[in-house]
C-alpha cells in the first residue's frame, strides 16, 4: 500500500493501537500540524472494563465498542489503517506490517497493550480463557451458558455439581467484578429459567494469592469487597494459587495444602504480559524489558535512545513518583497518551519535553447491583454511593453518546428486572468441541 | 438424561425447535393440561427478518435474539432443553438427541425451519453465506466491513474496484432488504469513515432469476422497490441466474448472455430448503417429501397416517385455499403452531381436529430509510407511510419489552445521524481466512 506522502512541515506519525493510550495520543493530536495514522488489528475502540458484562449477558459487544474509524472522522489529520503489526525496522523508521507491508514514520507511538499471562503456563489458556477480546467475552458468556443447559442436561449428581462450579482465578478487579456477576447471573437472572437445577446452588469460587482481593486498593474497601463477595455466596480463597487446570478440574494450593475442584469453567484473571511488540522494540532499541514483558521508558514515555519512538499503557514499563512502575490501567493509559500528544506538538514548535506525571484521580471496582468500592483521593466510599459513582463514570468514558444510551438502558432495565437479557450462546460448535 | 414422568392426564408435549412455529405453540399450550419440552439448538429464539439489520451493523444479534428459558420461564408446563434432535423413532414414539439420548412423546410438533439451499452447489456456501443465523449476520458483517478496509489499503485500482463490488442473489424480502441496507451503509454511515477510497462508489448487484424483485407482491409495488432500489444506487439484474462462483467473482448468465463480475463478496438471498428433519419426517411416516425439502401435511397439520405428529412452517408443505403450499413466512408458522396448541387441547377434550385456514394479513418490504413497500389486505402501501408500518409492525413483533426499547433507540438514532454503530469485525482470524 502507498503511505500518505509526507510534507517537509508535516511529519508522520503512527500510532500502533485503538486502546485508551492510542486513541487519546490520536485524539489529542487533532490540531497538531502532523499526519496522524492510526493501525489496529481490530476495527473498533473496546472499553475493557465493561468485557464482564458482555461475558455474563448484561452487555452486547457493541454497546462497548466503538468504530474507530467514526472516531475520528471528522478528523482530518488522521488516517484508520486496520492492520496487524508484526515488527519494526527503527533504523529505516517504518513499521512492518503483515502481508509484507512497511508504514514509514517520523514518530511512532506504541500503545500495543497487554494479554493475559499464565506465568509460563501456555495450556492453560485454552481451558481458562482470559478477558481481553470481544471474542474472549463472547466466548466466556458462552462458556458460562452452557455449563447451566449441561447441568440441567444430565442425570449424574456428580456431573452436574461439577457443570455448576465455576472457578475464577485472581483477585484484581477483573476477578472480582466477575464474580460479583457470576454470582447475580446465576442467583437472579437465571433463577425461574431450568426445571431441573437451582441455579442459585452454583458454587463460585474466586481463587487469590494474595492475602487479600483488590491488594491495590486500602484494606477497608478489600475487607468490605470480600463481605460483599460473601454475602453473594462466592467463595473467596486467599493466599492459594492453581498448581494444575485440566478439562475436568483444576487443583489449588494453599497453606491447608492442594485441594482439586472438579469444574468444567475456570475463568483467568490472574495476570498480563505486554504485548509482543514490547520486546520487539525492546531487541530493536537496546531498551530493558522487564518481567512482566513491559518495554522500559524514559520519563518522557520515549524510548531511551530513541526520541521519535514512544511506547505507552500496559505495555510500557513507566516509573511513577514513587520510583514503582505505574499500574496497568485506563486512566495511565489515556494520560501518556494525551502527554505524547502534547510532546510531538511541543516539538514542531522547538520546546523541550517534560516529563509524564500521573494524576492519580483513584480506582474503583463494583461488586454487584448496589455494591461497590471506590477510592477517590482521599475519599473512600462503600456500597450504594460507590456503585453510583461507579456507574456514573463508567457511563461518561464510554465514547460514543448512543453507547451512553444503550448501555442505560439495559442497566436501568437489569436494575429493575434483575435480568440479563443479552445471554445468547454463540460461536461454531467446532470451537466448543472441547466442551462437549 | 431423565425424561419427566408423564401422568395418565397429562401428555407430553414435545416441541423441536424454538423459532416462530414452535415457540408460538409452546406459549399457546400454556394452559393446556400437557407437559411441554421445547427442544432447540440454541438458547434463544431469533427474530429473522431483522437479521438483516445485524449484518449491516445496525443493529446488535441480542436485539433480536431473547433466551428461551426466559421467555417461557413462568409458564410452568413447559420445558426448554437445548440439544440437537438428530433423528425420530416413530414408532416407539422417540426423539432421537445427540449425544445418544432419546426423548419420548405423546404428541409431538416438528418445527426445524429451512436453511439456504444453493441448488445443489454446496461448494458455493462458503463463498456466497446466507443469512440464517445469528452467525450467518456476524460473519456477514465481517465479511462486508473487511472488503472496505481492504478497498481503502490496497493499491491497485481493480483489485480495489474487485472488493467494493457486492453481489447479491435473490429478489426475495431478504435479498432487496439486503441491497438496501447495504447502500445506506455504504453511502451514509461509512461516508467520512475512508481517506482513499470513497465508499459510496461501492457497487451493489442484486441478482434475481425472475422478471421482477418481489415477485410475490403486486407488480405496482414491485416497480415501486425496484425504483427505490436504483435511486439507492443499486444495480438490479432481472431475467439472470448465477452459474459460478469462486473466491473472486461471480459469473452470472441472463438474456445477453453471460457476465463475470469480478467480487469479494456474493450474499445468498435466493432459496431455501427445509431442515433435514422434514425428509427424515417423510422417511419413518411415507409422508411425502417435496422439492424444496418440505414434508407433506395434512389439512389439520399432522403426517397422514401420524396424527400425533404435527410439522410447522417452513418445513412443512401445507395447502393454502388456492391449492398451492402455503409461503415459508413468520405470520404462517405462527398461525400454524397456534392451530396446533389447539388441536391439541381440543383433542384432551374428545373435541375433533379442524382443518388448518391461513389468515394472510399481508406482507411488506423495506428497502432503506422512508421507503417499504407494504400489502395490507386490499392496501397497498409505499414509501414513508409503508416505512413506518413496517418498523412499528415489526417492533411490536419483538418478543420482550426490552428489545422493543433497544432496537427503537437503536432506529431513532439510525435516523437521525444516519450511523450504524453495531459495525464490528469480530470472529476469529482461522475462520476468515479465504478472505485473506
Redesign the interface.
Known sequence: ??PPTPTPDRPCVVIVGGGFGGLHAAKALRRAAVEVTLVDR???HLFQPLLYQVATGAL????I???L??IV??QQNT?????AVVGFDLDAKRVLLD?G?AFPFDTLVVAAGAKHSYFGRDEWERLAPGLKT??DA?RIRSDI?LAF?RA????DPTERQRLLTFVIVGGGPTGVELAGALSELSRHA?R????RIEPGDAHIYLIDAGDRVLSNFDESLSANALKSLERRGVIVRNGERVTAITPTDVTIEGPQGSQTLPTETVLWAAGVHASPLAKMLGEASGAEVDRAGRVTVTPTLHLPNRPDVFAIGDMANCAGADGKPLPGVAPVAIQQGQHVARTIANRLHGKPDKPFEYRDYGSMATIGRSAAVAELGRFRFTGYLAWLIWLFIHLMQLV?F??R??VL??WA?NYV?R?R????????PE?REHI?
Open positions: 500500500m502507498t481490530t476495527n473498533y452486547s459487544p457493541a454497546n465498542a466503538a468504530p474509524r467514526a472522522d471528522r488516517t484508520v489503517l486496520q492492520a502481508e507491508d470481544v471474542e463472547t451458558l443447559e440441567e442436561r444430565t442425570d437465571l425461574h429459567d431450568f426445571r460514543t448512543q453507547n444510551v444503550l438502558t439495559q432495565w428486572t435480568d437479557s443479552a445471554r445468547l450462546i454463540t460461536a461454531v470451537e462437549k
